[in-house]
Structures are given as C-alpha cells and as structure tokens.
C-alpha cells in the first residue's frame, strides 16, 4: 500500500462546480505539498502546508494533522482547471531531506 | 528567468545508448532531486543532492549516475538505456535550511523515449 492515498483518481466537473480532492497518507510528515500538473507536463507547487489551512484564489487546502487528512478544494471551478492534482508529504526525519513521496494523482476535468 | 530548467526536453535513443540529461537552478537551493514519473503518471525519487553531496540514492539501477559539478547544477547520465528507462525525468529543487519545511520547484522535466 502506497504511503499516499489520493481519491478519486479521475474527477469530472461541470464549469462552476465546487471540487474537492482527498489525500490521506500513514507516515510522520513534516510537510504536505498539492501539485498542479497541467497537460503541457510542467508541475507547479500549489500549497505547501504542516497545519490548518491555506487559500489562494479560488484554491483552498486543509490538512488535519491527527487524522493524517488533507483535502484540496476549487471553488468555481473552470476549463483551465483541468489538470493532475499531485497530493505529496517531505516525511518527518533529518535524514529525509525534503524528499517527496507522491500520491498517485487525481486527473480532474472541467467541461464548460 | 527559469527557476530550475532541464535540457533536452525530448530524447529519443536507441536500446543500448548512453546518455545524459542536465538540470540547472538559480534559486540559490542548496538540495537538487531526480524525480521519474512513470507511464502512469506516478512519480518516484531517484537522488537528491545536498550542497554537492549525494544524500538520497533510491532503488535505482547503477546504469543511473548523478553528478553534481556545483550546487547549481545536478546532471543525470544513463548507461546503457532499457525500454524500461522510457518516462519523463523532473529534476527539483529545494532550500533545506529547516528540514522541516522546503517547497520544492521543478524543472520542466524531460520526456526519455527509448527504442
């Protein structure tokens, strides 16, 4: 069983729709990363996060320690969304230097 | 102004080459990773240096050797090149200066095609 656990795996929305994306994970993290992967291939650091939450546009993040929970949402979501979302933890540890452990992605579409 | 850039973006080889793909950042980092993605679009790390020294060597075939020559640059050569080496290389880097927090900027990754 994979370290990161992404759910759904594929997403399909209507242009407006509210989304959210699940990732649960089962080792000491020091920090959770969500990545953008856009189909041209390039990945982009969305939200860099060890507790609470965090917003940027129309994106929010939320990550629950305890229960080793983080969830990505689009509010109003549209065309240009569609994109992999790449859930990942920097596990805890000084030997680990900053490496990531990855989900296996979450492909979402948005239809206008 | 690219953060963290890779060349070539494309490479299509023949079974049996060798060849080599580099990876430059000018965000002053001092930690560079290899990362693979798969034809699933799963991502693995490979290496990870650290001011010039390798400190992360996954499961990876020795025919796979990092050099970093400055903390800069982290180049990746591969010997002898299998089918299986087909994927798209993202090299990465980070500021460790807090083991605890480090977002991480990709380059634009390569896409290996081996025949």
């Known amino acids: 069983k994979n370290e990161v656990e992404q759910s759904p795996q594929n997403l399909t929305a209507q242009e407006g729709e509210f989304i959210t994306i699940n990732c649960s994970y089962s080792?000491?993290?020091?920090?959770l990363h969500w990545l953008q992967q856009h189909p041209g291939g390039g990945i982009v650091s969305l939200f860099m996060?060890?507790?609470g939450k965090k917003k940027h546009g129309r994106l929010i993040a939320t990550i629950n320690i305890q229960e080793k929970h983080s969830s990505l949402h689009i509010t109003a979501s549209h065309p240009r969304d569609s994109a992999v979302y790449i859930c990942?933890?920097?596990?805890?540890?000084?030997?680990?230097?900053?490496?990531?452990?990855f989900g296996q992605g979450t492909i979402l579409t948005v239809h206008p | 102004d690219t953060a963290v850039s890779q060349t070539p973006k494309y490479l299509v080889t023949q079974m049996g080459n060798d060849k080599s793909i580099k990876c430059e950042q000018n965000?002053?980092?001092?930690?560079m990773y290899w990362y693979k993605q798969d034809s699933k679009k799963f991502l693995k790390i490979m290496f990870s240096?650290?001011?010039?020294?390798?400190?992360i060597n996954e499961t990876v075939p020795n025919r796979f050797s990092p050099k970093s020559p400055d903390k800069a640059h982290l180049n990746l050569h591969i010997n002898s090149l299998e089918l299986g080496d087909s994927a798209v290389y993202f090299c990465?880097?980070?500021?460790?200066?807090?083991?605890?927090?480090?977002?991480?900027?990709f380059g634009p990754g390569t896409r290996l095609t081996v025949l």
């Open positions: 080792v000491g993290i020091s920090a």
């Open positions: 965000l002053g980092h001092d930690t």
């Open positions: 996060l060890s507790s």
């Open positions: 240096y650290n001011n010039k020294e390798l400190i």
């Open positions: 990465a880097s980070s500021q460790v200066s807090s083991p605890f927090y480090n977002e991480q900027f």
């Open positions: 990942a933890v920097s596990i805890a540890g000084g030997t680990s230097y900053g490496k990531l452990t």
